[in-house]
T-cell receptor
Framework: DAGVIQSPRHEVTEMGQEVTLRCKPI?????LFWYRQTMMRGLELLIY????????DSGMPEDRFSAKMPNASFSTLKIQPSEPRDSAVYFC???????????FGSGTQLSVL | GQQLNQSPQSMFIQEGEDVSMNCTSS?????WLWYKQEPGEGPVLLIA?????ELTSNGRLTAQFGITRKDSFLNISASIPSDVGIYFC????????????FGDGTTLTVKP
């Protein structure tokens, strides 16, 4: 299996622009998680889905952030408009529904100038 | 909400030394997990623990599930340079809406 695939690996954009991060979970995994990692705040859970349905989005910072999972093999995290404080590494992770072991992608390094 | 306190925050050790780190929680978990993150990559699962008192090894790594279910420990014996990275503990309780709670990580540096 190719593992969790995220794209792009790096994104540099200007403040105010829309940013879309993409994730393909491991085939057969029913749960998908979006995390953000910064030096100051560590690993923060933004949102997670079970069977393509958002279960907990309490970690989403504000309305500028939105996430979708239109099918079992694809999810997006969108930031519109982006701000410099959104600069971070964003990770996608997946697991089986009844399995606690998370498999992470390699992350997207986002820089908002 | 639940919080995990992971310590130490960072460690600088000489190659060959043993390493110990731990994680404590204000509430109980029924699964403890330890992950390692290398530079430029996502965390990778090292060890999973499912029972209070359980001791599990993975090569030079040994982890323990605390008796109180509120803590866990990770030891690395005879460290080598490729052990460098950030080690995260995570607690999971299956009624906790299905999500793991992560510690802030221990950054390990190994000097050759």
């Amino acid at each position: 299996d190719a593992g969790v695939i995220q794209s792009p690996r790096h994104e540099v954009t200007e403040m105010g622009q829309e940013v879309t991060l993409r994730c393909k979970p491991i085939s057969g995994h029913n749960s998908l998680f979006w995390y953000r990692q910064t030096m100051m705040r560590g690993l923060e859970l933004l949102i997670y889905f079970n069977n393509n349905v958002p279960i907990d989005d309490s970690g989403m910072p504000e309305d500028r952030f939105s996430a979708k999972m239109p099918n079992a093999s694809f999810s997006t995290l969108k930031i519109q408009p982006s701000e410099p404080r959104d600069s971070a590494v964003y990770f996608c992770a997946s697991r089986g529904l009844t399995n606690e072991k998370l498999f992470f992608g390699s992350g997207t390094q986002l820089s908002v100038l | 909400g639940q919080q995990l306190n992971q310590s130490p925050q960072s460690m600088f050790i000489q190659e060959g030394e043993d390493v110990s780190m731990n994680c404590t929680s204000s509430s109980i978990f029924n699964t403890w997990l330890w992950y390692k993150q290398e530079p430029g990559e996502g965390p990778v699962l090292l060890i999973a623990l499912y029972k209070a008192g359980e001791l599990t090894s993975n090569g030079r790594l040994t982890a323990q599930f605390g008796i109180t279910r509120k803590d866990s420990f990770l030891n690395i014996s005879a460290s080598i340079p490729s052990d460098v990275g950030i080690y995260f503990c995570a607690g999971f309780f299956n009624t906790n809406a299905g999500k793991s709670t992560f510690g802030d990580g221990t950054t390990l540096t190994v000097k050759p």
